[in-house]
């Protein structure tokens, strides 16, 4: 059973910069794909971002493209999102979830594995 442990929640003024970790309890390339997806109040999850933990392919979701990074820490087992260039649309509960088989690695039915998420406020 993986296990997701989010961390780095907290607010921030636009325009800033802020950093998200996600330690598994597994190898990170164990895994097949991890993502970050985001939800705010009366929205759905939305996909922010996903990593292919092979070969390291990367997918970002429109509203993010050009401002935040995932990347892989293997040595640490972790997923860091570096979110740059914040904006107060980008308030949300953060998530961090793994597949480790071949799937669609995008819709969160694809993810079996979730952490328990992050708060992200971004004040303007």
């Known amino acids: 059973q993986v296990q997701l442990v989010e961390s780095g929640g907290g607010s921030v003024p636009a325009g800033s910069s802020h950093t998200l970790s996600c330690t598994s309890t597994?190898?990170?390339?164990?895994?097949?794909?991890m993502a970050w997806f985001r939800q705010a109040p009366g929205k759905d999850r939305e996909e922010v971002a996903t990593?292919?933990?092979?070969?390291?392919?990367?997918y970002y979701g429109d509203s993010v493209k050009g401002r935040f990074t995932i990347s892989l820490d293997n040595n640490e087992n972790t997923v860091v999102l570096q979110m740059n260039s914040l904006r107060p649309e980008d308030t949300a509960m953060y998530y961090c979830?793994?597949?480790?088989?071949?799937?669609?690695?995008?819709?969160?039915?694809?993810?079996?594995?979730w952490g328990q998420g992050a708060q992200v406020t971004v004040s303007s």
């Open positions: 979830a793994a597949d480790l088989n071949p799937s669609g690695c995008h819709l969160p039915i694809d993810f079996p594995y």
């Open positions: 597994d190898p990170i390339d164990s895994t097949y794909c």
């Open positions: 990593i292919y933990t092979d070969g390291g392919r990367t």
